[in-house]
T-cell receptor, first 114, second 114 residues
Framework: GNSVTQMEGPVTLSEEAFLTINCTYT??????LFWYVQYPGEGLQLLLK?????DKGSNKGFEATYRKETTSFHLEKGSVQVSDSAVYFC?????????????FGKGTLLTVNP | AAGVIQSPRHLIKEKRETATLKCYPI?????VYWYQQGPGQDPQFLIS???????DKGSIPDRFSAQQFSDYHSELNMSSLELGDSALYFC?????????????FGPGTRLLVL
């Protein structure tokens, strides 16, 4: 079955530091990949997505590139802000048939200090 | 833009009681997904519906049932509630189709079973 392995947290950074959260996946076919963010006490918000190999998703300074050869979708941001403090989930959506449910990684808690 | 609506936002029940959670998808979205997120956990897929028919089923207990109505809203019915059912329940909606369709999440219903 599909699975997502995500970098364990928590991650604590200072403002303006560089962020990388690693995500690798196992899936058959051609999955779509997503990063969702969950702020404290809130629901899941889509951060970015990529639907095919070599696609780069980007939003709000965050980027991730769909690498089929390494089955990875690492999240990066060049300069984090205190407001980026949240839990980040990497997720995979299967392809074909009825396999459209999202499979999530365990989530990575990011704390950015001023 | 309209988002996914879930009600109620918070619910407190006693053990062995029943609960009904409601989800109103984004207009023109015909597919609904339900996820359960335990404390500090990643969201787990429960069940999904497309055009009022069940399209996929995950780790949903037999005590739970769900359906999608003609106006595409969905209800998750939970009976014989247990302490372990305390969680955040998310509904997500998407358009149908093949691959890449993004699931947009509602704010969630926080269920506490005492």
């Amino acid at each position: 079955g599909n699975s997502v392995t995500q970098m364990e947290g928590p991650v604590t950074l200072s403002e303006e530091a560089f962020l990388t959260i690693n995500c690798t996946y196992t899936a058959t076919g051609y999955p779509s990949l997503f990063w969702y963010v969950q702020y404290p006490g809130e629901g899941l918000q889509l951060l970015l997505k990529a639907t095919k190999a070599d696609d780069k998703g980007s939003n709000k300074g965050f980027e991730a590139t769909y690498r089929k050869e390494t089955t990875s979708f690492h999240l990066e941001k060049g300069s984090v802000q205190v407001s980026d403090s949240a839990v980040y989930f990497c997720a995979l959506r299967g392809s074909g048939g009825s396999n459209y449910k999202l499979t999530f990684g365990k989530g990575t808690l990011l704390t950015v200090n001023p | 833009a309209a988002g996914v609506i879930q009600s109620p936002r918070h619910l407190i029940k006693e053990k062995r009681e029943t609960a009904t959670l409601k989800c109103y998808p984004i207009p023109r979205h015909d597919t609904v997904y339900w996820y359960q997120q335990g404390p500090g956990q990643d969201p787990q897929f429960l069940i999904s519906f497309y055009e009022k028919m069940q399209s996929d089923k995950g780790s949903i207990p037999d005590r739970f049932s769900a359906q999608q109505f003609s106006d595409y809203h969905s209800e998750l019915n939970m009976s014989s509630l247990e302490l372990g059912d305390s969680a955040l329940y998310f509904c997500a909606s998407s358009t149908s189709g093949r691959g890449g369709e993004t699931q947009y999440f509602g704010p969630g219903t926080r269920l506490l079973v005492l």
